[in-house]
């Protein structure tokens, strides 16, 4: 089969490589769609960042639709012929964590595309447990958007974000946008920070109550005039800069919340007094541990229409051109591509 393989910085191949079988307890499925994240991002650019590189080559990408074509032996809940997408965890279902329902933490953990192969080719296997069906009415093409918004869903949950809450989202990438709009489902008046001016109006079409950019001048003090100078409830940092979390524990109200979803290459300084002396909270939120069914639920029904993200489509052989470079070079007019599937 015709797979993308990553071999390190900035050397992606399309290339043959053997077809999966799917294990005991896995799903084979042939995959239509494919979405490049922004993990799926850095590792080409500034790789290898969380792929280990000492176990050669990965098929990357963990955003897919697709159908499934086969399944192992105990695969009872998912048949052949039914449309699917997925989460990227692998969990063990042993340790402390997974016995408590935190399969997201799980000490013997592996992840669809870093640690294990991916769906960046026609085919990919993962356990029963990491798919989920997708109705009639939601598209292949928003299908794909499920894992990212399940990251959005988690770190609303994780920020206990209520109706009438400020939310306060730093990072315009696409976790930022999908956790705009996790925010507003769940009731609240959002403001986002963007880098990005056409981000930035994504954001405003998606019904941000009001965007502010990095460029403009200082967002907390931005923010702050707009919530009567008390800062928002929650705040989410979806960026993984080195002055974002600073930015997002600054911009939340004393006593506040803020949950960081961006993932950091390096250790970075940080002002500690702003969450002793504000009585904040900070809360981390790596990935998700079911919200791919709330996620599903709330496109099958249209509360959440992410179609603003999908900017443009590639064939998988042109990936890299048409793919992966095309994002570097231009952020401000390329949100999410998905990458067609022969």
Not at 142 to 169: C, F, K, S, Y
Request: aromatic share 8%; net charge neutral; charged share 20%.
């Amino acid at each position: 089969m015709k797979a993308l393989r990553w071999y390190g910085r900035k050397d992606l191949r399309y290339e043959d490589v053997p077809e999966p079988s799917p294990k005991s307890g896995q799903v084979k499925v042939k995959i239509n769609l494919a979405g490049i994240c922004g993990s799926d991002l850095r590792e080409y650019a500034d790789g290898p960042c969380m792929i280990d590189v000492d176990k050669g080559p990965r098929i990357i990408g963990h955003e897919f639709a697709g159908r499934v074509v086969e399944v192992g032996e105990g695969v009872i809940d998912i048949k052949i012929g039914e449309r699917v997408t997925g989460l990227g965890y692998w969990a063990c279902g042993k340790c402390y964590f997974c016995k408590r329902g935190m399969y997201n933490i799980c000490l013997d953990s592996g992840f669809t595309g870093i640690s294990v192969d991916g769906c960046m080719a026609e085919y990919m296997t993962a356990p029963s447990y990491s798919f989920y069906k997708l109705p009639e009415s939601v598209s292949d093409e928003v299908g794909v958007l499920v894992e990212p918004l399940a990251v959005a869903i988690h770190a609303v949950h994780q920020g206990n974000v209520r109706m009438g809450d400020t939310v306060a989202i730093v990072g315009d990438g696409t976790i930022g946008l999908c956790s705009l709009l996790a925010a507003k489902v769940a009731g609240a008046d959002v403001y986002f920070v963007a880098k990005h001016k056409c981000r930035g109006e994504i954001a405003s079409a998606m019904g941000a109550t009001a965007v502010t950019y990095l460029y403009d001048g200082n967002p907390v003090q931005l923010i702050g005039k707009l919530t009567n100078g008390l800062g928002a409830d929650v705040s989410i940092e979806c960026a993984g800069r080195p002055d974002t979390p600073q930015i997002a524990v600054d911009v939340t109200r004393r006593g506040g919340t803020t949950v960081i979803v961006g993932v950091f290459e390096k250790p970075i300084l940080f002002n500690f007094g702003s969450v002793l002396f504000g009585q904040r909270t900070v809360i981390g939120s790596p990935i998700y541990v079911d919200e791919a069914r709330a996620a599903i639920a709330l496109l099958a029904d249209g509360r959440i229409d992410p179609g603003f993200l999908v900017t443009s489509k590639a064939p998988l052989k042109d990936a890299v051109e048409m793919g992966f470079e095309k994002l570097l070079a231009n952020k401000e007019a390329n949100v999410k591509i998905l990458l067609q599937i022969p």
